[in-house]
Structures are given as structure tokens and as C-alpha cells.
């Protein structure tokens, strides 16, 4: 009973480059969050999103970050020309529907370093 | 902006004592919430959740809910070293979103 599956769990990108993150929610789960969570501090929320609908993307920067969850395949995390601050620990969580109760489940991660 | 604090600790307590972790919140409207565990370098675990007031039992820990307080908490029984890690707190806010707060660090000395 595979959970939320992201990868890659390490990326290391040059200042300027692309780094793309997946993120396979769990079985029966139609709903994807994305968090990010910076060096000590806690998760903040950055997008929420349903098969081919973006439902809440208030937290996400506004330039330079995007990110899909198509019909098929894996939802998405895209990040354009990284900066050093982008170095974090980016995870996803998933949950069955977008109801009030529903408890979301995270996946193990994927650490972004950017030098 | 909705919010939900922590007080970030950390917070040392000996092994077998209750350790009490606390969060107030600020969205009146939010319905359900959930304390998560992390492990450093980790991702959160979820530990419990809570919808009505009072209090939810679930082994050696208990979730207190009052929320005309806007205040959610979580204790600890026989706290043990291997209950060393960073506990979030975290609130639906009616939009089906997640809020978190930063995270209370809690040391358990053996």
C-alpha cells in the first residue's frame, strides 16, 4: 500500500537552472498539496490542487514557480532559474477529496540545494 | 491572514514526565484539527486529529480542543527519548487548506 511518492528525495541545481519536483499522491487520493519548509522554520503552504485544476495557489511565489497535477502522471512542482533561497525541503501531502476533516499525508520529500 | 502559533521551545521535559504543547489560532471559522510529529531531516507524521471540543485520547497522548478559546493542545504521557522531535500543529481553515504552525522542539532527557 504505497503512500505519497515524490522524487527526487535530493536535487542539487546550479544558480539559474530548473529544478522539477514529482509528487504521486496515494492510492484513492485525487487532491495534492505542496508545502515548503525552510532551514528551522515550519511548513508553509504553497499550492493545492486536483486533477487538472489548481483549487489554491495563494501561497505561491509569484514569478518563477508553477505547478500541475494533469489527468495523468504525477502532479508537478516547477521552479525557473533557482535562487539560493529556493534551497529547502519541499513536500507533498495528499488526501482523498477536498473535504472539511479530511486528513492530508505527507511524502518523504524532496530536498532542493541550490549552489 | 490566518495563523496558527507555537511557541518554538524548545521545551525539556525528563523521561516519564507529561510533556504539554500548546497552539491558539486565529480563523474562528477553522473545523478540524491535527498534530503532526517531525523528525529532523523527516517528513510530518500524523500523530492526531480533532474536530469537537474537549478532549481525544489515542494511547499515550491526548489532544485538548477549545475552541472558543481558539485554543488546541497536546499531551504527552511517559514522555520517552525516542518522543524527542518537532511537534506542528496545524488547523483546516474551511478552505480545505492546511495551516501550520512553526513547530514547538521538544527534548525528552533520558
Not at chain 1, 53 to 72: C, L, Q, T, V
Not at chain 2, 87 to 95: K, M, Q, S
Request: contains cysteine; hydrophobic residues 35%; charged residues 20%.
Amino acid at each position: 500500500n504505497a503512500g505519497v511518492m515524490q522524487n527526487p528525495r535530493h536535487l542539487v541545481r546550479r544558480r539559474g537552472q530548473e529544478a522539477r519536483l514529482r509528487c504521486s499522491p496515494m492510492k484513492g487520493h485525487s487532491h495534492v498539496y505542496w508545502y515548503r519548509q525552510l532551514p528551522e522554520e515550519g511548513l508553509k503552504f504553497m499550492v493545492y490542487l486536483q486533477k487538472e485544476n489548481i483549487i489554491d495557489e495563494s501561497g505561491m511565489p509569484k514569478e518563477r514557480f508553477s505547478a500541475e497535477f494533469p489527468k495523468e502522471g504525477p502532479s508537478i512542482l516547477r521552479i525557473q532559474q533557482v535562487v539560493r533561497g529556493d534551497s529547502a525541503a519541499y513536500f507533498c501531502a495528499s488526501s482523498p477529496a477536498g473535504q472539511a476533516g479530511n486528513t492530508i499525508y505527507f511524502g518523504e520529500g524532496s530536498w532542493l540545494t541550490v549552489v | 491572514q490566518k495563523e496558527v502559533e507555537q511557541n518554538s521551545g524548545p521545551l525539556s521535559v525528563p523521561e516519564g514526565a507529561i510533556a504539554s504543547l500548546n497552539c491558539t489560532y486565529s480563523d474562528r471559522g477553522s473545523q478540524s484539527f491535527f498534530w503532526y510529529r517531525q523528525y529532523s531531516g523527516k517528513s510530518p507524521e500524523l500523530i492526531m486529529f480533532i474536530y469537537s471540543n474537549g478532549d481525544k485520547e489515542d494511547g499515550r497522548f491526548t489532544a485538548q480542543l477549545n475552541k472558543a478559546s481558539q485554543y488546541v493542545s497536546l499531551l504527552i504521557r511517559d514522555s520517552q527519548p525516542s518522543d524527542s522531535a518537532t511537534y506542528l500543529c496545524a488547523v483546516e481553515d474551511g478552505g480545505f487548506k492546511t495551516i501550520f504552525g512553526a513547530g514547538t522542539r521538544l527534548f525528552v532527557k533520558a
